[in-house]
């Protein structure tokens, strides 16, 4: 799971990426879960929530986004797929989690076939809450990050 | 001898549960006749499967001989999912099976056969075939000849395993998030194996809150799929009246004390909180006919793109007891609700949407949606039955319901107040089997539009 985040890359360049200049970039990738969190994200990007009016748009490849944005309980399955998801992104980048599975496994802790949540296993630039969290508020999250 | 003759003649354990020894199970594999199979599992000691006889659960059981047991694979294709998952959770192996390969553990997991008596540690280094496509966790191979295979086993979570040793209340946490294609009907249908394994009797007017939200959750997953599909074909003034729809459905649920995708209101015995589910229900009832007027005027959009894509006959449909919109898409009536009381079953009735294409399923969903509406203004004055009977308490119980996405089932076995052993069965694996010949020929696009159209669910399916 080391390999996954790198946190030196991360430190200092959280200005870079959330600090302006074009619309910033999210790669979603759901970890596990239920895919609540997952259809929450689906809402957020449809037209209830106007994304482009905040500078946000969602990236249809990992290669081209800012910020990697994970839901659900990772799965041991899922885990090495993250890892090369978040090695494909370009540098600077930033990682956001949303829902209580992703950052600590909510219902879904660590067993045998999952790992549980992100949350003391890599730096994370910010976190929702929530079962299932709604998607105004993921929003509020993002665009408070694109303000800086 | 019909097969529900031979399982008949087993010894009764349960509630429509009979054991037979290796030869009732031998008959019962070599049986010409079959019924619709609907799942299997094992508790460690038993092997179960769970048919349909006349729209109702019959379960037939056995004891494994040195871990393994007659396939019913060679008669009932349907098997082959449920025997690969028994084996990689609990070891026991299906002798002469027509596929032995892993399903859900492809080396990544901490124990082999984690559910099984003896399960054994592993390193969990393992090397995926190929790696899954997004959102779905599903990995779908192309190989030669157009043939195509799945691969799954990336959003298992042990499920069955975190309920074992809990009360059924703690147990929801985890089974009242398997899918959020069905919060409510999961969590239905286990309380409902939970009250017949109790012997709880439950309240016409817990009923009538149950069957509401059971429709509002319907019509929420209904826009969910309806945008999806339509977002897949560049319907996109489709999708986002559908999207617009679903939150405001979310909206109305919260003004009414229900949870905005009506998330943890099904408990034992009855419902958290006390939601206005009479308001709901008008409230739902008469908002969704403009929707809806607008969501099928604006589906032609898609209609070119969905046209004989992915297409299910109804003999597959039924051999593989393929539920919800996508069974009844392609003329497999099958319907729980029917099974269940208060319902209007003329409101129910397929009407002629029966192409068994994408399309059929957008159509189906959209008319599903106008019977929700229907069913809900009825739901807003009476709910008129009588108090529901109490199952048989004798400790296990079977309890299904209908989802948006189809029929769920549960099976509990209880002891001294905590769950000894549990098995549930999401729609979406009875997909595994038929989705390969749907996506057959199909690039990405396309296969990922059939994906969409059937509602998969990797969590459901796996979990």
């Known amino acids: ?148 | 001898m019909q097969a529900g003759q031979i399982i008949r003649l087993g010894e009764r354990v349960g509630p429509s549960r009979f054991l037979l020894d290796e030869e009732g199970w031998r008959a019962l594999v070599e049986c010409a006749s079959v019924l619709p199979l609907l799942g299997m599992w094992c508790d460690g000691v038993e092997v179960h499967a769970l048919f349909l006889e006349a729209e109702r659960p019959l379960i037939a059981s056995t004891v494994p001989m040195g871990g393994r047991y007659l396939s019913l694979s060679p008669s009932y294709e349907a098997a082959v999912v449920h025997e690969r998952m028994i084996q990689d959770l609990w070891g026991a192996e299906a002798m002469s099976a027509r596929d032995v390969s892993p399903l859900l553990d492809i080396g990544f997991w901490r124990e082999i056969s984690p559910l099984g008596v003896r399960p054994l540690a592993s390193d969990g280094v393992g090397q995926a075939v190929g790696e899954p496509a997004l959102p779905y966790l599903l990995d779908v191979e192309r190989g030669r000849g157009g043939r195509v295979h799945l691969h799954g086993g990336y959003a298992h979570r042990g499920i069955l395993q975190r309920v074992r040793g809990r009360t059924p209340e703690q147990a929801l946490r985890q089974i009242g998030r398997v899918t959020s294609g069905g919060f409510v009907a999961h969590s239905l249908a286990f309380c409902r194996a939970v009250e017949r394994a109790l012997g709880l009797g439950i309240s016409p007017r817990v009923e009538h809150a149950r069957v509401v939200l059971l429709e509002v959750e319907r019509v929420s997953v209904h826009l969910h799929d309806v945008a999806c599909v339509a977002r897949c074909v560049g319907a996109d003034l489709l999708a986002v009246h559908a999207e617009q729809g679903r939150e405001e459905l979310a909206e109305m649920c919260v003004a009414f004390g229900v949870t905005r995708r009506v998330t943890d209101m099904v408990v034992p015995g009855g419902m958290r909180g006390d939601p206005d589910v009479v308001g709901l229900a008008r409230e739902v009832s008469g908002w969704l006919e403009p929707v809806l007027a607008r969501l099928g005027g604006l589906s032609v959009q898609a209609e070119a793109g969905l046209h004989r894509l992915g297409r299910l006959g109804v003999e597959r449909a039924s051999a593989l007891a393929v539920g919800g919109v996508t069974g009844r898409a392609s003329g497999r009536g099958f319907d729980a609700r029917r099974l269940s009381p208060g319902y209007d079953l003329g409101v129910l009735a397929p009407r002629g949407v029966l192409g068994g294409d994408c399309w059929a399923r957008l159509s189906l969903r959209l008319r599903e949606m106008e019977n929700a509406a229907v069913l809900l203004e009825g739901f807003s004055e009476v709910f008129d039955v009588a108090p529901l009977e109490a199952g048989g308490g004798v400790g296990e119980g079977v309890g299904f319901a209908e989802g948006a996405r189809g029929d769920v089932w549960y099976w509990v076995r209880l002891r001294e107040g905590v769950i000894e052993a549990a098995w549930g069965r999401d729609p979406a694996v009875a997909l595994w089997a038929v989705l390969p010949e749907m996506v057959r020929g199909l690039d990405e696009a396309g296969c990922a539009t059939v994906l969409a159209s059937v509602g998969m669910s990797m969590a459901g399916m796996e979990f």
């Open chain 1, 1 to 148: 799971m080391r390999a996954i985040f790198d946190a030196a890359l991360w430190r200092g360049r959280r200005e870079r990426v959330f600090g302006g200049g074009g619309p910033l970039g999210l790669f979603h990738v759901p970890t596990g879960g239920c895919e609540g969190c997952a259809m929450e994200v689906a809402a957020l990007r449809g037209a209830a929530f106007d994304l482009a009016r905040h500078g946000i748009v969602f990236e249809e490849s990992a290669g081209a986004a800012d910020i990697l944005l994970v839901t659900g309980a990772l799965t041991r399955g899922m885990a090495p797929v993250l890892d090369r998801i978040w090695r494909e992104m370009p540098s600077p980048k930033g990682l956001i989690v949303v829902g209580d599975c992703a950052i600590d496994g909510g219902p879904f802790g660590e067993n045998y076939a999952t790992l549980g949540g992100l949350s003391g296993r890599v730096e994370i630039a910010w976190a929702l809450g929530g079962c299932p969290p709604e998607p105004r508020a993921i929003l509020e999250g993002v665009v408070g990050l694109v303000r800086g």
